[in-house]
């Protein structure tokens, strides 16, 4: 029998406010889109479901505002059975909310309105370090404050905790934060940023992965959309291609596409199996709407054959 993946995620709750639209806006220019919907999301908190419908066990660390989007996003995670003692509800501040404009092709834009997400602090990863301790996996990603991401890597790192960083929204890192990372996991968009400090330089994934090495990371993975992943491994670049699929919306893939490998990795699979597991997962969830409604169920994942 499978060991159950014990996975901790520190980051973002939203609530996802998807537009359909012809096209995505250029600068200036007005669209009009289809009717909107509110969506459970947020990086963090899709990462925590997407790991939960696989099987695992999930603590979610995060902060939401004390207003009607916030109670309904703390219902759903309870709901989706994610332990959310660690999930602070502020008077002050108003919940994380997404503004996500799908074209008829499954692509994005996103602008996110971070709200009470900004107030997860290194106290809250504190007090509920005993939580961390005993985790196979954290995830943490970039839409709470730096220091907090530092310290939820510092202390798994503490008690030999897996760190999985999705650097997403992309900014510079310092070099302790790199050093605390076992995995990185940035789109190609994003590898560039880090890589070489801007996303105008055509770098190749072998580039991509070489210079995010260079900043110290244990492993670097990159995300290509349709044309799957490039990983580091020790004599080289290992590739596995995507899935071939239908795609509706691309919301979430990579959010999937870390609990994937998250919930692979604590349940014991070599590093190319569990990357290959994550594919098929975010593969799933592209041929859905939406962030948290796309996300697959282990059962889909295991009965899913992954076309080339
Ligand atoms: O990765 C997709 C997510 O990014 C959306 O759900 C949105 O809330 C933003 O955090």
Do not use: W
């Not at 580091?232 to 899935?243: H, N, R």
């Not at 014991?268 to 594919?279: E, H, I």
Request: proline letters at 6%.
């Amino acid at each position: 029998m499978k060991p159950k993946a014990n996975i901790v995620v520190v980051g973002s709750i939203n609530m996802d406010m998807v537009i359909q639209t012809p096209k995505l806006p250029v600068i200036g220019e007005t669209v009009l889109g289809g009717n909107y919907t509110t969506v459970p999301g947020g990086k963090g908190a899709n990462q925590a479901v997407a790991a939960s419908r696989l099987g695992a066990h999930v603590v979610m660390f995060g902060c939401l505002g004390q207003d009607p989007f916030g109670r309904q996003l703390l219902e759903h995670l309870q709901m989706e059975g994610i332990v959310t003692d660690p999930i602070s509800v502020l008077e002050e501040y108003p919940s994380g909310m997404a503004f996500i404009p799908v074209t008829d092709t499954g692509d994005n834009c996103i602008v996110v309105s971070p709200g009470a997400n900004m107030q997860l602090t290194p106290a809250h990863i504190a007090q509920g370090e005993d939580l961390i301790k005993n985790a196979d996996v954290l995830m943490v990603q970039l839409e709470i404050p730096i220091e907090t991401v530092k310290a939820a890597l510092t202390t798994a790192k503490k008690h030999n905790v897996v760190t999985i960083l999705n650097p997403a929204p992309a900014k510079a890192l310092s070099a302790e934060i790199y050093e605390l990372t076992d995995i990185i996991t940035p789109n190609e968009t994003e590898g560039m940023l880090l890589a070489a400090g801007d996303v105008r330089q055509a770098l190749s994934p072998e580039q991509i992965i070489a210079g995010l090495q260079r900043l110290g990371v244990g492993k670097a993975l990159l995300t290509r959309g349709g044309d799957g992943v490039a990983y580091q491994t020790e004599d080289g670049i290992g590739f596995v291609p995507a899935c071939k699929v239908e795609v509706v919306d691309t919301t979430a893939a990579g959010d999937s596409f870390n609990a994937g490998l998250a919930v692979g990795l604590a349940e014991k699979l070599s590093f190319p199996d569990a990357v290959r597991f994550a594919v098929k997962v975010s593969a799933l969830a592209v041929t859905k709407p939406g962030a948290q409604p796309s996300l697959p169920f282990r059962k889909d994942v295991d009965e899913f054959t992954c076309i080339l």
